[in-house]
């Protein structure tokens, strides 16, 4: 199984509301990062966390919130949102630091539109 | 992780090799090349990676020169299904202190023809 599944597949939200992005592996990875990409654009990295921490937050806006709930579960808390914040934001998952294997496999997406 | 750069866009025609073209100059001596490929509306696709030496897997072949300052990815018999961006990508290997950042450049619009 090299599946990363994120859910929902499409969210529409107010800039008052917030969600929840979610995403999930069962590889055994230790190693599970959030992008976003805009249209025509290639993706951004916007988190990754390592063995269950957060270890690289690329000056992400507070407005997104990530947790890691457990080594397989990765969420992505969206609060006060903005209509710029509107992309596909993609999940990631690979081995981590001791692994050998290095390649990282992505989730299909979710494509979130600020209202 | 070191730049790379790569052509904007390339045409092929259907049934013949792709050579996708990669330049990483200021490469360093642990990092490693990688592709991935992304077809339109879907999550980024896992490709092939190597150090130093040639790679070859179900999917594709990775020649890296010798000073290791450029690279070339070579689908041997592209079909309409290769259409996508391909990103070619360089970065520490496991264990490295910056093993984390997997930063993606602009990447190659592959167009393959009928």
């Known amino acids: 199984d090299t599946e990363v599944t994120q859910t929902p597949k499409h969210l529409v939200m107010g800039m008052t509301n917030k969600k929840s992005l979610k995403c999930e592996q069962h590889m055994g990875h230790r190693a599970m990062y959030w992008y976003k990409q805009k249209a025509k654009k290639p993706p951004e990295l916007m988190f990754v966390?390592?063995?269950?921490?957060?270890?690289i937050n690329e000056s992400v806006p507070s407005r997104f919130s990530p947790e890691c709930p457990n080594s397989s579960l990765l969420n992505l808390h969206l609060h006060a949102l903005q209509p710029e914040d509107s992309a596909l934001y993609l999940c990631a998952s690979s081995q981590g630091r001791q692994g050998r294997n290095t390649e990282a496999f992505f989730g299909q997406g979710t494509r979130l539109t600020v209202v | 992780d070191a730049k790379t750069t790569q052509p904007t866009s390339m045409d092929c025609a259907e049934g013949r090799a792709a050579n996708l073209p990669c330049n990483h100059s200021?490469?360093?001596?642990?990092?490693?090349v990688y592709w991935y490929r992304q077809i339109h509306s879907q999550g980024p696709q896992y490709i092939i990676h190597?150090?130093?030496n040639n790679e070859t897997n179900e999917m594709a072949s990775l020649i890296i020169t010798e000073d290791r300052k450029s690279s070339t990815l070579i689908l041997p018999h592209a079909t309409l299904r290769d259409t996508a961006v391909y990103y070619c990508i360089v970065r520490v290997g496991a264990g490295g202190t910056s093993y984390g950042k997997l930063t993606f450049g602009q990447g190659t619009i592959l167009t393959v023809h009928p």
């Open positions: 190597g150090l130093k």
């Open positions: 200021t490469i360093s001596g642990n990092e490693y």
């Open positions: 966390y390592s063995y269950e921490k957060l270890s």
